[in-house]
């Protein structure tokens, strides 16, 4: 109770001060509740807007690919380096201590693997992101795949109802058919979908022409590192996105398939947070390695 004694009125008022207005350092989120806000800001850095994502999701479709046989030795001496970690529940729950209080975008869809046709996928239950913690989930979408292309994008607005409910961002992942052209294009067709049906963040790839399609997203765009690339070139990758529009590097293989994963990551985040060049970003790398 407060303490009657020493009960002081107020007397500073700010009087012929104008309140001041609050801006939101996240592209498309400044109407969203106090929660929203609340999760998103601990994904995107509030004083540089953007973010560094450790994407490890892979084994959902892939299983133990190269880099990823070993969760617990090869992911986690690099999650102190990410502003977020992308990963499944089960290796969440199995080998993330919570200890390291790091904010986790759940993989929230799945169905089917690399043996069979991909995109056939379902959402999870939300209660499941609630009692995890997550502060966001990604559910993918299969633009231009004409067996699933409704069925994910159902399974966007689906999610993106559940998270309004609950105060929880999602992240809209675009999919690449084999029959997909890697263009601005199609990106940016993919990328506005997402936004048009409530992502509060695009994940998709970069291409000729980036700026078009994150100048066209009223949301953050994340890049995926997508296959593994030669240092230097991710680092250009990261340099390029960064400079064109992007919000977020969302690297995986790129990271942890590096001869130096550790050194990989804050040479990356040095070229997201800090406008390192990607030569300078580069040799960052060697002196950490």
Same mark, same amino acid.
């Given at each position: ?155 966007? @607005? ?10 929880? +961002? %999602?992240?809209? &992942?675009? $999919?690449? #058919? /084999? ?26 790839? @970069? ?10 997203? +009223? %949301?953050?765009? &994340?890049? $995926?590192? #997508? /296959? ?42 040095? &070229?997201?947070?800090? #406008? ?14």
């Amino acid at each position: 109770m407060a303490d009657l004694d020493d009960l002081r009125e107020g007397c500073d008022f700010g009087l012929g001060v104008a309140a001041g207005e609050q801006s939101f350092h996240i592209k498309g989120a400044a109407h969203l509740p106090w929660g929203m806000k609340d999760r998103l800001s601990r994904i995107f850095n509030p004083q540089t807007g953007k973010t560094v994502m450790l994407a490890f999701d892979h084994g959902f479709i892939m299983g133990p690919t190269s880099g990823l046989e070993r969760i617990d030795l090869n992911i986690l001496p690099l999650v102190q380096y990410a502003d977020c970690l992308m990963c499944t529940r089960g290796i969440l729950q199995a080998d993330i201590p919570p200890t390291v209080n790091k904010p986790i975008c759940l993989r929230s869809d799945a169905g089917t693997s690399i043996l069979t046709e991909l995109n056939d996928n379902v959402i999870i239950d939300i209660e499941d992101a609630i009692r995890l913690n997550v502060s966001a989930m990604a559910v993918m979408l299969a633009i231009g795949d004409a067996g699933y292309e409704a069925k994910t994008i159902a399974n966007l @607005y689906k999610a993106v109802d559940l998270g309004s409910r609950y105060g929880i +961002p %999602v992240m809209g &992942v675009t $999919a690449v #058919g /084999k029959d997909m052209a890697r263009d601005a294009r199609y990106f940016g067709l993919a990328s506005r979908i997402c936004a048009e049906n409530g992502a509060n963040i695009v994940k998709t790839y @970069y291409c000729d022409g980036f700026e078009k399609v994150a100048a066209a997203c +009223p %949301v953050p765009v &994340v890049i $995926a590192g #997508g /296959k593994k690339l030669p240092e230097k070139e991710a680092l250009q990758l990261c340099y390029n996105a960064i400079n064109e529009g992007a919000a977020d590097v969302d690297m995986g293989r790129n990271v942890f398939q590096s001869e130096a994963s550790a050194a990989m990551i804050q040479a990356i985040h040095a &070229v997201v947070h800090k #406008g390192l060049t990607p030569e300078q970003g580069y040799e960052l790398f060697q002196d950490l390695k």
